[in-house]
Each structure stands twice: as C-alpha cells, then as structure tokens.
C-alpha cells in the first residue's frame, strides 16, 4: 500500500509538471521535468524588480534618507532611473554611491547578499548609457567603475563550480566570460566580429540580458578597431575599414577615438590613396566635415590628429572635388578632361578650394547624386555663381601664394590673383563672373588660355612662380 501511495504521489507530481502522458520512470519524463524546474529557476534567478520599489528606494537615497536593507536591495535594479523629483538625477551620479558600495561589499564578505540583488546590480551596470548630458558625466562614470570593481570579484560567489549546483544563465555566461567585468570587456569578441561572426557575443547578450542602449556596444567600437588597426597588413586592415564603419554609424560613442586611429593606420599603409568609402564618411557633415574648414574653427575635429594626416585626408577630398567639377560639371558640356589630370600633379599642394556653382548645378543638386555630393560636403563653404550664362560653375583653388579661377565650360580662361589682393572675398557665399571690381574674371592680364599645347605652357608658368608638380605625380 505504501508504494501504490507513492506512485500515486509521484504521478501527481509529474502531472503538476504538464508531463500527464509520460510514464514513471521513463527517462525523458525525468530530463522534461528537469528542465522545466530548470526554467522555474531560471526565471526566478532573472526575475525583475518592482518598479515602484525600486524608484522609490532610488528616490530617497538621493534625498539623503537612510534606506533599509531591503530598499537597498531594490535601488540595485535603479542606479541608472532617471529620478524626476531630483531634477533627472539619478543613483550612479550621486556622491553617496561608494557608501552603497561598501554595504554590498559587506554583505559579500558575510555571504548573506541575496542573489537577485547581486544580478540588479549587473544589470544596472550593463544598462547604463554613455551619455555626455548627464548632470556629472565625471562622477557617473567614476561611480560605474566603483561598481565594476565590486562585480568583478564578487561574481565568483553565484558562479563558482559545484557538483550538481544550478546556475542561472547570467551566472554561466561570466564564468566563462570572465573578462566581461575586466576593462577592456570586448576585446576578445572583436576578431570574430570583424570576420562576420557573432554566435557568441549574441549569446553573450541574451544570457546577461544586454540591452542595445549599453556604453557595452560603444566600448566594442573602439575593440573592433584597435584590433584592425593592430593588424600589420595593410590589405587585411583596409579590408575591414567597410564594416568598421558601418559599426561606428550604428553605435558613435568613441567615434572620434575610433577616427583618429583608422586614419593614423592608413597614414602608414604602403598606399595611402583614397579609400572612397573612408574618405566619404569622414568628410560627411555630421561626421569631421571637410578638412579645410579645419582653421575656420567649423572643422575643428581635425586637430585631434597630425598635420601630415590632415593634409592625406585634404588631398583625398580636392582630389574628388577636382574630379567631380571637370567630370560631371564641366563634363555635361564637352569641356576638356585634361584639365583634372594637370591640376591633379599639384594635389598635394592645393591648401584650399571653393566650388561656386550656377543656376544649372542647383536645379540639378536634386537629381544627380555626385552633383548633391559636392553640395553636401562643401554646404559650410560653397557660393552661388551670379551669371548671364546659367550652365556656367566656377572651381577656386589655392597653391602657396597663389589663387587660381578655373570655370566648367570651353572657351573661358583661368585666373591666376595674389592671395593678398583677391577682388573679391573667399568666404563670400554668392560671387560674380564680371571681368571687373570683384568679378571672378578681373585677372585679365594673367590667365591660363586652354588651347594648343596649354599643359606645358601652363606648366612653366606655375614653375615661373615657384610652383612645381608633386614629387609622387604622374
């Protein structure tokens, strides 16, 4: 009677696990039923706090009241809630944080810090946002790194190995991941990354509950491309600039810091000519912008790196520019091409340009994705070219001491001025083509006439005035 009673027990147990149609001692009722205590725990090991508790407790520490010790096990899930009451302030900014610290720490050494608590406060650690408008930037992350100290030893105390001891999945992941609470937490996932990889930093993700708004993606930013720029063969590294970029558009954190080092990088590649993609994102106007507002103070981000990175990244963009104007603007009507690849020996020597465009270009801007380009890159310094002739856009170009006017169409010369004694103003956002006062066609008596063999001729001016191809040019 004794053992019917028992399997009777047994079977009511099995029926209270949803496992009515698996007989006793059958061995997949036993692994059903152990995944489903399983995830019990799991959810329990997980579980989320209560909110109002949580904001409550969170409320009044920065308030300065003593909290007991079950709300300080509540304001653990709350050190990043922006508290309304105290101007949008919140826990991890508040100068009392280290006391908190200490009490969790002493509970650690006592062995009597509940669990879930322990696991609010790696959530809050994962969940907290690089920010730049916090109240005291300074101190929040002052404060999340006294919280990473603390969780860096202490999680040993929930993932430690136990014979038949059952560990949540958060518990697991930093047992195997260990260097998630180290300072440089993604460094180990950066080269599968870069090679398409992700199967484990998404596990990474989901076990620790990592929410996309975590400083966590940021912080690869700058993993992924100190790994690339790490990398000794310029043909590997260039190859990983595409999706470096398209990390940094989704998670621009550390973008400046990532900048600077992918540009020092390619400084030093064998060939350091234009990448377009590069060249493309750095230049945009919400990115550095354009090098040569970098004195303007408009551009002033490209003092972060050295001149002779400066002048690489000048000449990639006076390059394009130069390319676009006699390709695509003066291309429409005919004009001659030879004028890009003469004008492109002085590349390195170019300090400045200025597109000025017609009213032809500005209907066109609309349509046409490399003419938008240029308005796009130059919308901080190009001007408006009043004229009777509406196809016509002018190219304004500085070499050492020199100005040099270059129109779109056949037929028209170009102008060579003084920097000194300009007619009209460079930082003028509409200008003229008159022949006289400030028109951009004054220099009547020093001009380059685009017929015969004008190329050498031209040539021999320039060197006439100190002038003299790049020593790199074709």
């Not at 300090?351 to 066109?364: A, D, E, I, N, R």
């Not at 901080?380 to 270059?406: C, H, K, P, R, W």
Request: net charge positive; hydrophobic share 40%.
């Amino acid at each position: 009677m004794p053992l019917i009673r028992l399997q009777a027990q047994l079977q009511t147990v099995l029926v209270s696990f949803d496992l009515p149609s698996l007989a006793i001692g059958n061995p997949k009722a036993v692994e059903a039923a152990v995944q489903q205590v399983t995830k019990m725990f799991e959810g329990y090991a997980s579980a989320a706090p209560p909110q109002e508790r949580s904001y409550a407790a969170a409320l009044k520490f920065l308030r300065g009241d003593k909290l007991s010790v079950a709300e300080k096990d509540w304001i653990a899930a709350a050190l990043n809630q922006p508290i309304k009451e105290q101007g949008g302030k919140c826990v991890l900014e508040s100068d009392r944080f280290k006391g908190l610290i200490d009490h969790y720490q002493r509970q650690i050494d006592k062995r009597q810090i509940w669990r879930l608590a322990w696991y609010w406060l790696l959530l809050s650690y994962f969940s907290t946002e690089l920010s730049t408008v916090a109240q005291d930037v300074g101190k929040k992350e002052q404060n999340r790194e006294l919280l990473r100290v603390f969780l860096a030893p202490s999680y040993k105390f929930f993932s430690g190995e136990k014979e038949n001891k059952i560990l949540p999945r958060w518990a697991r992941a930093l047992a195997s991941h260990p260097h998630l609470l180290s300072k440089k937490p993604c460094a180990p996932y950066a080269q599968d990354f870069l090679e398409g990889n992700t199967t484990v930093l998404d596990q990474v993700k989901a076990d620790i509950a990592i929410p996309n708004q975590s400083w966590f993606w940021h912080e690869l930013t700058l993993a992924l491309v100190e790994h690339a720029t790490k990398n000794k063969n310029d043909d590997v590294f260039k190859g990983s600039i595409k999706k470096l970029i398209e990390y940094l558009e989704k998670h621009s954190g550390f973008k400046d810091q990532a900048i600077k080092l992918i540009l020092e990088r390619y400084y030093r590649c064998k060939d350091s000519s234009a990448l377009d993609i590069l060249r493309d994102y750095v230049v945009a106007p919400d990115v550095w912008k354009s090098p040569k507002l970098r004195d303007s103070g408009i551009a002033s981000k490209w003092r972060y790196v050295d001149e002779n990175i400066w002048r690489m990244v000048l000449a990639w963009v006076t390059k394009e520019h130069l390319r676009l104007f006699f390709e695509v603007l003066s291309g429409r009507h005919g004009a001659q091409k030879d004028r890009f690849q003469f004008w492109s020996q002085y590349i390195n020597q170019i300090s400045y340009t200025k597109l000025v465009f017609g009213s032809t270009t500005q209907v066109q801007r609309s349509r046409n994705k490399e003419i938008a380009k240029l308005f796009r890159e130059e919308q901080d310094i190009y001007a408006i070219l009043d004229s009777n002739n509406a196809d016509l856009d002018a190219f304004i170009m500085q070499i050492g001491g020199y100005t040099f006017v270059e129109f779109s169409m056949n037929g028209n010369a170009a102008f060579i001025y003084n920097n000194g004694e300009l007619p009209f103003k460079m930082i003028a956002r509409r200008l003229n083509d008159k022949t006289y006062s400030d028109g951009l066609k004054c220099a009547q008596s020093n001009k380059i006439i685009h017929n015969g063999d004008w190329q050498f001729n031209t040539k021999n001016k320039l060197m006439s005035m100190g002038i003299y191809p790049d020593k790199n040019s074709i």
